[in-house]
């Protein structure tokens, strides 16, 4: 990405719709209602030849205090000074406000480049406004509607010769997001690396301190916090080396019982944080240490391990527990009776008021990834499979014992194994969890989810369906030979 752009302006001004039409994906939530946005939300945009990161903005509002509005402003302020460009939206339908007018002068004294556009422009309606927008003092304002894709060209030109001067430090640092786990088969556990940095989400319930651990992660305060329940909202990854691990985390957020969410952003919301679970290698399940495994959490981390992610659970605020070893061990036994499909994942503490259990969690996070990827010799699966075999037989529905005679590694990122039997139908799930569980043991691999398939290989007869072959002129001779 050649330069990053930064969308600011009032609240409900159209940056969020914008920002979606600029990555060509509805990534940022959008309604009618204002402040939806609270968050800085980054993606790769496209316009023309141009390639760049823009970053959506809350509204910026003129309060100074530390309320949630007043943390939302410092944080749209911070992506100001982040940003190269920034893009300063009015709505050319309600024309130039005073908060436009303080805002304008914020920006000319702290960005480096401000283009001002105005957008909702489209008709007659909009042509008050954008007069009005040469108030402001910040040059001739670019006309938009981010709602119909109208200006783009205008702001193409506008960007092209800023885009230029930002080449150079394009080309020595480009790296790759937006990865895709494959569900292909891999042979080789591929480490992370820079251009593949590993894919980290953060799910749980509300208020556990998903945004608290990861700034502490990242050692500044990147994302907003607080103590209101549910402040984020958009699903944000954000970028780091965590302990010499090239990473991609995704902030989440919190995720309640579906009867409670009847508000149509925190359904959006929710909808937004599993979508980044999709996109992740290794989900973190955060719990609150005061009430875990709740029957949410127990929801989350299924849906993670149906999604068929790397799981680690992680239980927050453990600084406030006063019979840690107590507690400990009856976190363990909870979670070994509640999610038996997630069987040997593990369990870290964590504090992330304090960093404490930041390094575990971060083996832990290694680990799962490591077993997630685990590519096991098919000789060996076969010299396994005849164990288990031996030692506990397939049943024999109607008298008929089920064969299994041969299995191998189909995928990995989970592991996937293919077993050819006879019958696989008619095979129980309780002796597939018995294979899954050995599988488990046997070859290092706790928690992780393990896909087992059975296929169908009856024996063959070669011969069978074959039409038989015609006599040959020669045989047919001597055949008549015979009879004379």
């Known amino acids: 990405m050649s330069f990053t752009l930064a969308i600011v302006g009032r609240p409900n001004v159209g940056k969020s719709t914008l920002f979606n039409r600029l990555v060509g994906k509805r990534l940022a939530l959008v309604d009618d209602q204002p402040g939806v946005t ?50 300063f939206l009015v709505d050319a339908r309600a024309g130039i406000t005073p908060t436009d007018e303080i805002f304008a002068d914020i920006l000319r004294k702290r960005a480096d ?39 783009m060209d205008e702001l193409y ?13 394009a080309a020595a640092d480009a790296p790759e997001t937006d990865l895709d786990v494959s569900e292909e088969a891999d042979e080789s556990y591929h480490a992370p690396s820079a251009k593949r940095p590993l894919q980290l989400a953060v799910i ?5 301190g998903k945004s608290t651990l990861i700034n502490k992660i990242l050692g500044e305060d990147r994302l907003l916090t607080g103590p209101e329940a549910g402040i984020t909202r958009d699903s944000i990854s954000v970028r780091l080396d965590w302990q010499g691990t090239p990473t991609r985390v995704f902030d989440t957020a919190g995720m309640r019982k579906k009867a409670r969410v009847v508000d149509k952003v925190e359904k959006l919301s929710v909808a937004d944080g599993l979508r980044a679970v999709r996109f ?37 605020k453990w600084d406030l527990e006063d019979e840690k070893q107590e507690k400990l061990r009856t976190l363990r036994e909870s979670f070994e009776r509640l999610l038996p499909q997630l069987r040997g994942a593990p369990l870290v503490t964590v504090s992330a008021k304090t960093g404490k259990g930041l390094d575990r969690l971060h083996a832990a996070v290694l680990r799962a990834h490591e077993v997630w990827n685990r590519r096991v010799p098919t000789a060996r699966l076969n010299q396994w499979l005849g164990a288990m075999v031996e030692a506990h037989p397939p049943p024999a529905p109607g008298g008929k014992r089920i064969k299994l005679r041969y299995m191998t590694q189909a995928k990995t990122r989970p592991p996937g194994f293919v077993i050819m ?19 488990r043991e046997s070859f290092d691999m706790p928690g992780t989810p393990i896909r087992v398939f059975l296929r169908s290989q009856a024996e063959k007869n070669p011969y069978k369906g074959r039409k038989k072959a015609a006599p040959s002129k020669l045989r047919k001779h001597l055949e008549g030979r015979r009879e004379s």
């Open 204 to 208: 749980g319930r509300p208020n556990a």
């Open 421 to 439: 039997c006879s019958n696989p139908e008619d095979l129980p799930a309780s002796y597939t969890r018995y294979l899954v569980n050995g599988l």
């Open 38 to 87: 609270r968050d800085l939300r980054e993606g790769d945009a496209r316009l023309g030849d141009l390639r760049f990161t823009v970053i959506d903005t809350a509204g910026l509002e003129e309060v100074t205090d530390d309320s949630l509005q007043g943390r939302m402003r410092r944080l749209t302020e911070r992506a100001v000074d982040m940003a190269d460009i920034c893009l």
């Open 157 to 169: 030109h506008m960007l092209r010769p800023l885009a230029e001067a930002y080449a150079e430090r």
């Open 113 to 151: 480049h401000v283009i001002l556009a105005a957008n909702k422009a489209e008709g007659r309606a909009g042509d008050a406004g954008v007069l009005d927008a040469y108030s402001l003092g910040l040059g001739e304002p670019v006309r938009l509607s981010a709602e119909h894709g109208e200006g």
């Open 280 to 316: 992740a290698e290794v989900v973190v399940v955060l719990l609150d240490a005061a009430i875990p495994f709740e029957q949410q959490d127990l929801r989350i981390a299924d849906f993670a391990e149906t999604e068929g992610r790397a799981v680690v659970v992680a239980v927050n």
